[in-house]
């Protein structure tokens, strides 16, 4: 055998080995993208995730905007007093 005939049968060898173990993975992948945790459908446990993300993002949207009300009214408030005791006579 010469030596091009085993370098060439190495690379053969190793090419081989490499496509493989990249199928293996993939099919691993494969399986692990069509089930998600507990053995149910990966889109659907995502989909569930997403929904209640949603849910959480509108609670904490309203309580942002009651928090804006109570901020704004208690400054609204502040300028009545202040402008109630600029326009008080002093004694």
């Keep these: 055998m010469s030596?091009?005939?085993f370098i060439?049968?190495?690379i053969a060898i190793l090419s081989a080995a490499w496509?493989?173990?990249e199928l293996?993975?993939?099919?691993?992948?494969?399986r692990r993208r069509e089930k998600g945790r507990?053995?149910?459908n990966a889109e659907a446990e995502l989909q569930a995730e997403n929904d209640a993300a949603a849910e959480n993002l509108k609670a904490m949207?309203?309580?942002i905007k009651?928090?804006?009300?109570?901020?704004?009214?208690?400054?609204?408030?502040?300028?009545?007093?202040f402008r109630d005791?600029?326009?008080?006579?002093?004694?």
Excluded: N
């Excluded at 293996?24 to 494969?30: L, N, V």
């Excluded at 009651?66 to 007093?81: A, S």
């Excluded at 005791?85 to 004694?91: N, Q, S």
């Design 3 to 5: 030596r091009y005939e």
């Design 8 to 10: 060439l049968s190495l």
């Design 19 to 21: 496509v493989f173990k």
């Design 24 to 30: 293996i993975i993939s099919r691993r992948g494969k």
């Design 38 to 40: 507990h053995g149910r």
């Design 61 to 63: 949207e309203e309580r």
């Design 66 to 81: 009651v928090l804006e009300r109570i901020i704004t009214d208690r400054e609204g408030d502040l300028r009545d007093k």
């Design 85 to 91: 005791l600029e326009e008080r006579p002093d004694p």
